[in-house]
């Protein structure tokens, strides 16, 4: 159980164009869900934190217009990378938090951006 | 605020033998969670361990145990029988307040066969 896909696993996009990344809680109910974001040889970076049905918290120095979040339903947020850049290259990695578990997050695989 | 600190950038492990990777953290929390994740180069997050703040006994899963000394601030990770699928990078992490978590830098151990 407690199983969390990302989709698409890598993508790669011409400068100026949005990707969307999809993140799911396959076998449970997420009222919370996490972007990260983890540049090369480095550590797990908070985004933005994304409650069902209400406004995402982005973290200080995250652009939430640049950074789409949406989590419309108890198992699906989706991030968008809008006018991508090169430097948002990076790998992004979602976690799920059930219900009112405060500590238990289930990570996705990630998705590996590259921005040409 | 949280802080997580993982002083090691890299460690080496002869196959077969036990190694700890370190972990020290910060929180004013009276209550909080530590993890341990591995993350291979595939990317994916794998959790291993945790150890809840008001847990009196430190937390083992099979060949990993974690060594809790609340009053030290540390919750070093404890590998034992090392095997050379453990290499990958280490991450400490500590969930508090607002529940999302804080990770340290991480270490890369390197299983030597």
């Known amino acids: 159980g407690a199983v969390v896909s990302q989709h698409p696993s890598w993508v790669i996009c011409k400068s100026g164009t949005s990707v969307k990344i999809e993140c799911r809680s396959l076998d449970f109910q997420a009222t919370t869900m996490f972007w990260y974001r983890q540049f090369p040889k480095q550590s797990l970076m908070l985004m933005a934190t994304s409650n069902e049905g209400s406004k995402a918290t982005y973290e200080q120095g995250v652009e939430k217009d640049k950074f789409l979040i949406n989590h419309a339903s108890l198992t699906l947020s989706t991030l968008t990378v809008t006018s991508a850049h090169p430097e948002d290259s990076s790998f992004y990695i979602c976690?799920?938090?059930?219900?009112?578990?405060?500590?238990?997050?289930?990570f996705g695989p990630g998705t590996r951006l590259t921005v040409t | 605020a949280q802080k997580i600190t993982q002083t090691q950038p890299g460690m080496f492990v002869q196959e077969k033998e036990a190694v700890t990777l370190d972990c020290t953290y910060d929180t004013s929390d009276p209550s909080y969670g530590l993890f341990w994740y591995k993350q291979p180069s595939s990317g994916e997050m794998i959790f291993l361990i945790y150890?809840?703040?008001?847990?009196?006994q430190n937390a083992t899963e099979g060949r990993y145990s974690l060594n809790f000394q609340k009053a030290r601030k540390s919750a070093n990770l404890v590998i034992s029988a090392s095997q050379l699928g453990d290499s990958a990078m280490y991450f400490c992490a500590m969930g508090a307040g607002a529940n999302n978590l804080f990770f340290g830098t991480g270490t890369r151990l390197t299983v030597i066969p």
């Open positions: 150890q809840g703040s008001y847990d009196q």
């Open positions: 976690s799920a938090r059930e219900g009112n578990k405060p500590y238990e997050q289930y």
